[in-house]
């Protein structure tokens, strides 16, 4: 069977850690869409592990695919493989040849147009990766995808139409200067030998058919979303979104595994238990209108370490948004919940979460499909009790009885607003600080 792990809010939500609790019967982990802009985090021996590319599941020796809805970045993948094997960890990764190909210019045009858009407010505040601009590349149908690395004819036809093509857009319609990351001998030469890496390590696979066979040889299968849903191409904050499909459907086209396949497992929806960003556009339950609430946001950034894995930069924050969650838990038919970071908001003073919007004088359960009017918004809050902190690692010993009662109840009223069971509760980063309810796996 499949497990699928999808982001329900705005990316960080603590997917790694989900992966890496429910993955143990897992054989395969396989990323879906996104690139190095994801940054996951695994604890594992009291280690800890920061992913960009390499599925987490990789950590405890699963086989890690990156599958043909990512766009992968070589330069990364081999940095992060290089540095897990000095860390006496050797993932065994295999990327799809229908995989998109993010190549040094990508990285340059992602900076040039976050920079024209923001004249405008217009710029999402990317990680700088790259991403967007190869999706561009694929969607326009001039991209380099993995299996062309592995023909030096393919990739000098490719590359002798899309190098062009970008250089003239920088320098006729940007008015910038072209640098060596538009090097088409350059890019030539080192992507070859990247092909002939990828070859001599057996790396590349045709997802969707090792992905089937490995099914009906009876293998567990996990599928890591990285973002989250509100950061979806088309049911996020557009434009303040990433360039794939974070929700459940992207597992689908992402792997080359079909949705009766994928329909049939689980999906579970990985949700921090306040809100945070990283990037710009509008946040309705955002924790900024005054200094005590700006205090608040202080509080939960340092309690729960609330700065980018990738870029480092502080994330913003805010209360529970549940008309986010409704409109997540709908998009990816959410079969099971993990709610993390339950322990950090143990030390707040007051706790809120947005049960719903206000528009216009409207009440609103779900999020409009207009950034603009979402940002209309006001939220309507709900107060809850706090609790204290307590001893979390005993607690993740006890079992979910043992959680303060308002944490419990807390927890019920998410579960009945969303009509999803809670399969997980975070309270701690590591692995042994979690308590499981409901395993997906039914090994
Ligand atoms: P991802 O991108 O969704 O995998 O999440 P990140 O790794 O970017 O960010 C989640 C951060 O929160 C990591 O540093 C995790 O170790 C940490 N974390 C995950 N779950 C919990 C939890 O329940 N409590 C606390 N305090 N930290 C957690
Ligand atoms: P994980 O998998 C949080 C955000 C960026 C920016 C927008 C577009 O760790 O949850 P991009 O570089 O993708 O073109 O940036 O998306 N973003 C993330 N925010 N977690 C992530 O990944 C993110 N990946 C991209 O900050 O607002
Ligand atoms: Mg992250």
Redesign the pocket.
């Known amino acids: 069977m499949t497990v699928t792990i999808v ?1 329900a809010q705005l ?9 890496d609790l429910f993955g143990d019967p897992a054989d395969v982990v396989v990323r879906y869409q996104g690139g190095d802009n ?6 594992h021996d009291g280690e ?1 592990y ?1 992913l960009s590319l390499v599925p ?1 599941g990789a950590i405890r020796g699963k086989i890690g695919v990156l599958g043909n809805g990512c766009v992968v970045n070589p330069r990364t993948l081999f940095d992060e493989i290089d540095d897990l094997r000095e860390q006496g960890i050797d993932p065994d990764v295999r990327v799809a040849e229908r995989a998109h190909v993010i190549l040094p210019y990508h990285r340059v045009l992602d900076g040039i147009e976050e920079e024209a858009k923001s004249d405008d407010d217009l710029e999402a505040g990317t990680t700088g990766r790259g991403i967007g601009p190869t999706y561009e590349d694929k969607v326009g149908r001039r991209g380099v995808r993995v299996g062309d690395l592995l023909d030096p004819d393919v990739l000098r036809d490719r590359l002798e139409y899309v190098v062009p093509h970008h250089r003239a857009i920088v320098e006729d319609v940007y008015g910038a200067e072209v640098g060596e990351e538009f090097d088409l001998a350059a890019i030539y030469e080192e992507f070859v030998s990247i092909g002939e890496r990828l070859a001599a390590e057996d790396m590349t696979v045709n997802a969707g058919e090792f992905l089937d066979a490995k099914r009906r040889n009876g293998d567990q299968i996990m599928l890591e979303g ?3 849903t509100s950061l979806d191409i088309d049911h996020g904050t557009y434009p303040y979104v990433t360039s794939s499909n974070p929700t459940a459907g992207g597992a689908c086209v992402g792997t080359g595994l079909g949705p009766t396949v994928v329909g049939q497992g689980e999906v579970i929806g ?1 949700v ?2 306040y809100l945070s960003r990283v990037g710009t556009g509008p946040l309705p339950t955002e924790l900024q209108d005054d200094a005590e609430e700006e205090a608040l946001a202080e509080q939960i950034r340092e ?4 700065y ?3 870029t480092g930069r502080p994330r913003r924050v805010g209360w529970l948004d549940l008309p986010m969650l409704r409109h997540a838990t709908r998009a990816n038919g959410f079969t099971g919940l993990a ?6 908001l143990a030390t707040l003073p007051e706790l809120k979460v947005g049960h719903a919007y206000d528009l216009d004088g409207e009440e609103l359960q779900t999020m409009p499909p207009t950034t603009e009017r979402w940002a209309q918004c006001e939220a309507k809050l709900r107060s809850f009790e706090t609790w204290d902190p307590v001893d979390w690692n005993a607690v993740a010993d006890e079992g979910y009885e043992a959680l303060p009662e308002a944490a419990k109840a807390y927890l019920s009223y998410l579960s009945d607003e969303l009509d999803t069971p809670i399969y997980a ?6 692995r042994d ?2 308590i499981v309810r409901v395993r997906p796996f039914d090994d």
Request: proline share 2%; net charge negative; hydrophobic share 30%.
């Open positions: 982001g990316g960080d939500e603590g997917k790694g850690g989900i992966v994801a940054g996951h985090t695994v604890v800890e920061k987490s990285a973002q989250g990985v921090k238990a309690e729960g370490g609330e980018g894995t990738v709610v993390n970071h339950l322990d950090v509760v975070g309270v701690g980063p590591g600080q979690s």
